[in-house]
């Protein structure tokens, strides 16, 4: 990285060194908390991702043949690493995105090392496989193996903790990995890979920046062994478009409009804390696929749960500078999406929505006394009050700090208001009926569900989405190929 008149400009990483472009172009990327462009980084081309990919196919060998224990002592170095640069990773993540540097300092790294340290101890089940005996002389068993190269197309909104379940555990099968981050939020990616590089032998982790071109061209390549997305439901279906000539295993991980439900017989405090802060007005201003933007109300209690949230909301939340340690939520982090966000409040309106909190964005609404912040793509918590499921406020992804919230009758009412939608990541259920909990988390259609808490994710459970919130998971075994070997000794 080079500072020339205050712009820092970030390079790719490819067979372990910095390159430029090879054509020398550029992208910017902008600071969302002011709207300044703070960095450059590169916007490959073809040449650049072939370059990539010839240099992770020669490093595959010797990495696969690598004792699973031997790889796992690199992942091991690697966590050391993440913790030592962790100050200055999770700064390079804010700058970038605007997600508060409290949350990507004191929540983000640790999560990464723990991850690091999962895919570490994981990385010696890629050796176990069955022993079949066929007949009595004749005895079957199974081989799981390496892939070859796995890329990971990552979305703006969590570039680090997505790179690195996409990358901690393909290169704990013995895979080369290269990395395509977003075009709006790539610095830290560049940055980590230059970091990692520092342990992991050449060309086994690349990183690749640039914009959907980019991507499309990486997973088609016919020396790719598997993709793995986080991002959007358009982009999954480019891909599958483009792995029809290419066919290869594929990962989606994508959006969600996740219901938070609360009964009445809920810990009504806990709850409206639960479905407000941790929910969706995260300190990445709600940019979280598993956002819970559908709160489902029990009617009995939606006069009294209307105030709590609200408290819940002015006591917590407070903008300003991400980088400063009080803040505890952040802007939205690009043009693009503050503009869609923005949209998607006045749509909630138009469609008969009440706007019960919030409703206001922009940076001059906020910051009469920071100049600097005005410029920034800042939106308010908000809270809409609707009666009917199947606006498009209901049913489609903002991907922002809004929420509608939903009024429900009975557990029919809030299952089918719960299903009622075409993603299925995440649901939440507040109640302390243990019966009714149990029932809810059967029924409800979505890859994770959470009770009396929202949003636990981590290495010790699987995570991933049903129906249009996608299918696979970026686990150990779906970065392996499994070998059927038969032996007749008669
Ligand atoms: P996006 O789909 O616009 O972009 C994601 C990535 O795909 C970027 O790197 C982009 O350059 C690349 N891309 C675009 N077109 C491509 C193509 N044709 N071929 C290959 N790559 C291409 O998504 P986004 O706006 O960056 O991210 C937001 C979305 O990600 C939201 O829907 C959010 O819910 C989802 N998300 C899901 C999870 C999860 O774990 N399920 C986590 C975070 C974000």
Redesign the pocket.
């Given at each position: 990285m080079q500072t020339i008149n205050e712009i820092e400009h970030y390079l790719n990483v490819i067979n372990g060194k910095q390159l430029p472009a090879t054509q020398g172009k550029q992208l910017t990327s902008i600071n969302p908390a002011n709207g300044k462009v703070w960095a450059t980084i590169p916007c490959s081309t073809e040449e650049d991702i072939d370059l990539a990919i010839k240099h992770a196919k020669q490093a595959v060998p010797a990495w696969s043949q690598l004792s699973a224990m031997e790889r796992a002592k690199y992942l091991r170095e690697i966590a050391l690493q993440v913790e030592k640069y962790g100050e200055e990773l999770a700064m390079l993540e804010t700058k970038d995105n605007g997600w508060v540097y409290r949350e990507t300092l004191h929540g983000l790294i640790p999560s990464l090392v723990s991850i690091w340290l999962d895919a570490a101890g994981a990385a010696s089940h890629v050796n176990k496989g069955e022993t079949v005996q066929l007949d009595e002389e004749t005895i079957g068993y199974t081989l799981r193996e390496p892939l070859g190269i796995v890329v990971g197309?990552?979305?703006?909104?969590?570039p680090l903790?997505?790179f690195t379940?996409k990358a901690a555990y393909a290169l704990a099968a013995g895979n080369a990995v290269i990395i395509?981050?977003?075009?709006?939020?790539s610095v830290s990616s560049l940055k980590y890979t230059e970091l990692l590089n520092q342990i992991l032998p050449p060309g086994i982790l690349n990183v690749i920046s640039?914009?959907?071109?980019?991507?499309?061209?990486?997973?088609?390549h016919r020396d790719v062994d598997r993709?793995t997305?986080?991002?959007?439901?358009?982009?999954?279906r480019?891909?599958t478009k483009?792995l029809a000539q290419s066919p290869k295993p594929v990962t989606?991980?994508?959006?969600?409009k996740s219901p938070n439900i609360v009964f009445a017989d809920a810990d009504v405090k806990k709850a409206a804390e639960g479905v407000t802060l941790n929910g969706i007005f995260t300190g990445n201003a709600g940019?979280?696929?598993?956002?819970g933007s559908r709160i489902l109300v029990q009617k009995d209690i939606l006069p009294d749960f209307l105030p709590l949230m609200k408290k819940s909301i002015e006591e917590s939340i407070h903008f300003g500078d991400p980088m400063n340690l009080a803040t505890s939520m952040g802007p939205i982090a690009n043009n693009?999406?503050y503009k869609k966000v923005c949209d998607f409040i006045e749509l909630g309106k138009q469609e008969g929505g009440e706007v019960i909190f919030g409703g206001n964005y922009g940076g001059e609404s906020f910051f009469d006394d920071q100049a600097d912040l005005q410029k920034g793509y800042w939106v308010e918590p908000t809270l809409l009050l609707v009666k009917d499921s199947s606006l498009r406020i209901c049913q489609e992804?903002v991907?922002g700090p809004v929420s509608v919230v939903l009024p429900f009758d009975n557990e029919e009412d809030a299952l089918r208001l719960a299903n009622d939608t075409s993603f299925g990541?995440g649901a939440g259920i507040w109640t302390n009926n243990l019966g009714r909990a149990h029932r809810m988390m059967k029924k409800i259609d979505s890859g994770n569900v959470w009770v009396n808490t929202y949003r636990r994710v981590g290495p010790e459970l699987p995570?991933?989405?049903f129906k249009e919130?996608?299918f696979g998971k970026d686990s150990l075994l779906e970065n392996t190929r499994e070998k059927a070997c038969v032996i007749h000794i008669g």
């Open positions: 197309i990552l979305p703006w909104n969590a903790f997505t379940i395509k981050p977003s075009e709006h939020a640039g914009d959907g071109s980019t991507g499309s061209y990486l997973v088609g993709v997305l986080t991002g959007s439901g358009q982009t999954a480019a891909i483009k989606f991980e994508l959006g969600g940019q979280i696929c598993v956002g693009v999406q992804e991907f990541l995570f991933g989405g919130s996608g």
